[in-house]
């Protein structure tokens, strides 16, 4: 089974910072990783699929990069509403799993 | 609007079953894969279960396999898990989610608590 490893497991920052969080694959997934968005009492929101591509709705400040086994979560300038907890999910190979969070929180 | 309506939750002893629904509106059901994913009390996402649009596939997470299995109904826009065989390990939050490996919709989920 392939394992994804997220870093940093939580972060603090303040508005209209640049944030940044990691996902590791165990192996190559090629760019078969997605990122959601869950917020307290919520269900999870996608944001980002296939490593790079936004979701409809989601604004541009978000970004994806990566492939084979090193991926990246960008937000360009954090806002009040991005205060949430961050999940990576590779979907290369089933069993499909997920990192275990990032928390975003006000510093 | 899509909306993912999740039902069936509740508290049961180990050993029990429960049978989960989702009911779905807004898009047409047969066309898309659909998933369960739980979540423990206060810890992370766990894929649980993915069914395709013809029913052809059933996938299953290692931890439920041989207790869970995964339905669905076109007829009735619903997609079901039944729970069987139930463990203490079980308790979470269960997701119904659209996509068979990208989920792109998810309901507000239903509770499962397995306790004596």
């Known amino acids: 089974d392939i394992q994804v490893t997220q870093s940093p497991s939580s972060l603090s920052a303040s508005v209209g910072d640049r944030v940044t969080i990691t996902c590791q694959a165990s192996?190559?997934?090629?760019?078969?990783l997605n990122w959601y968005q869950q917020k307290p009492g919520k269900a999870p929101r996608l944001l980002i699929y296939?490593?790079?591509i936004l979701q409809t709705g989601v604004p541009s400040r978000f970004s994806g990069s990566g492939s084979g086994t090193d991926f990246t979560l960008t937000i360009s300038s954090l806002q009040p509403e991005d205060f949430a907890i961050y999940y990576c999910?590779?979907?290369?190979?089933?069993?499909?799993?997920f990192g275990q969070g990032t928390k975003v929180d006000f510093k | 609007e899509v909306q993912l309506l999740e039902s069936g939750g509740g508290l049961v002893q180990p050993g029990g079953s429960l049978r989960l629904s989702c009911v779905a509106s807004?898009?047409?059901?047969?066309?898309?894969?659909m998933s369960w994913v739980r979540q423990a009390p206060g810890k992370g996402m766990e894929w649980v279960s993915t069914?395709?649009?013809?029913?052809?596939?059933?996938h299953y997470a290692d931890s439920v396999r041989g207790r869970f299995t995964i339905s669905r109904d076109n007829s009735k826009n619903a997609v079901y898990l039944q729970l069987n065989s139930l463990r203490a390990d079980d308790t979470a939050l269960y997701y119904c989610?659209?996509?068979?490996?990208?989920?792109?919709?998810w309901g507000q989920g239903t509770l499962v608590i397995v306790s004596s």
């Open positions: 999910q590779q979907h290369d190979n089933l069993p499909s799993s």
């Open positions: 296939d490593a790079s």
């Open positions: 989610a659209r996509g068979f490996s990208t989920f792109d919709n």
């Open positions: 807004g898009f047409p059901l047969r066309i898309f894969g």
């Open positions: 069914i395709d649009d013809t029913t052809t596939a059933r």
């Open positions: 192996q190559d997934i090629a760019t078969y």
